[in-house]
């Protein structure tokens, strides 16, 4: 399966508790999105890389959220001291560098819970 | 502020019947709009974009900046359809900004 992939799908952790995720992309694509999904909600954008800058973060993503891309290929978000709001859906996606045909694929995603 | 506005959380239909799906969009400059649809245990997939001026699996979708519309329309739809659409607005960031979806249902 060449598509983006996630890892852990799933993540149960108790409050206080640091999670980290990883978002493989799509080999080449040198755009990285993360969102979170809760729900009965669409997707909501988190952060944005390009190659390894992150170039935007959204207001949602409190101190406690870090994401890096260290050599431009996969990425990881940490959650730090989690919270039960923290519980969702994270998605990553990611897309190549032309505009008119930069559609962001999407991974299957990691379901986090917050107990 | 840039929204996207998806009014009905549940649309069931008879198949064979035809299918619109609502979405509405408020932005400021010239919009990027999508359709991505999440079948049952399946990831986010890209349907359409209104860019592409295209018709995948018998769905279209008109931008009418008047309305700032960007319904997605079937004439009959299939069992098959049956499935999570998000309607997405993608600003100059490059972001995805989404609705909150709405479930087809097609009916036997």
């Known amino acids: 399966d060449t598509g983006v992939s996630q890892d852990p799908r799933h993540k149960i952790t108790k409050r206080g508790q640091n999670v980290t995720f990883r978002c493989d992309p799509i080999?080449?694509?040198?755009?990285l999105y993360w969102y979170r999904q809760t729900l009965g909600q669409g997707p909501e954008f988190l952060t944005y890389f390009q190659n390894e800058a992150q170039l935007e973060k959204s207001r949602l993503l409190s101190d406690r959220f870090s994401a890096e891309r260290p050599k431009g290929s996969f990425s990881t978000l940490e959650i730090q001291r989690t919270e039960q709001g923290d519980s969702a859906m994270y998605l990553c996606a990611s897309s190549p560098k032309r505009r008119h045909t930069d559609t962001q694929y999407f991974g299957p995603g990691t379901r986090l819970t917050v107990l | 502020a840039q929204r996207v506005t998806q009014p009905e959380k549940l649309l069931s239909v008879f198949k064979g019947a035809p299918v619109e799906l609502k979405c509405n969009y408020s932005y400021s400059g010239s919009p990027e709009l999508f359709w991505y649809v999440q079948y049952s245990r399946q990831r986010l997939q890209l349907l359409l974009r209104h860019i592409s001026r295209e018709s995948i699996k018998g769905f279209t979708a008109d931008l009418n900046k008047g309305e700032t519309s960007f319904h997605l329309k079937k004439p009959f739809a299939q069992e098959e359809d049956s499935a999570m659409y998000y309607c997405?607005?993608?600003?100059?960031?490059?972001?995805?900004?989404f609705g909150s979806g709405t479930r087809l249902l097609v009916r036997p």
């Open positions: 080999s080449e694509h040198n755009r």
């Open positions: 997405a607005l993608r600003d100059s960031s490059y972001k995805l900004i």
